[in-house]
Nanobody, 118 residues
Framework: QVQLVESGGGLVQPGGSLRLSCAASGSIFRIYGMGWYRQAPGKQRELVATITRGINTNYADSVKSRFTISRDNAKNTVYLQMNSLKPDGTAVYYC????????????WGQGTQVTVSS
């Protein structure tokens, strides 16, 4: 079994920054794609950013130039640096990872709350 544990969420003022981390642990041979998604109240979960093992990245248009996704393959960890946060960034942020062990399985973290408010 694999666990994804997010950290770094909290309350921040508009224009502020936060850095989210997600560490994967458990039975892991290799992690392929990793990513961050978010779900605001009353809305569907949406993609924020993804990163391949080869460090190719993809971002939602709404966060381009403000958010940066990165990963440390040695630590099985993915990060999301969020700058110039806006109130519409308020959501639960979820980590996602495509993990190879005996099989290739997609996992989700439990989520971390980010609230952007003055």
């Amino acid at each position: 079994q694999v666990q994804l544990v997010e950290s770094g969420g909290g309350l921040v003022q508009p224009g502020g920054s936060l850095r989210l981390s997600c560490a994967a642990s458990g039975s892991i041979f290799r992690i392929y794609g990793m990513g961050w998604y978010r779900q605001a109240p009353g809305k569907q979960r949406e993609l924020v950013a993804t990163i391949t093992r080869g460090i190719n990245t993809n971002y939602a248009d709404s966060v381009k130039s403000r958010f940066t996704i990165s990963r440390d393959n040695a630590k099985n960890t993915v990060y999301l640096q969020m700058n110039s946060l806006k109130p519409d960034g308020t959501a639960v942020y979820y980590c996602n990872a495509d993990v190879q062990n005996t099989n290739r399985v997609n996992y989700w973290g439990q989520g971390t709350q980010v609230t952007v408010s003055s």
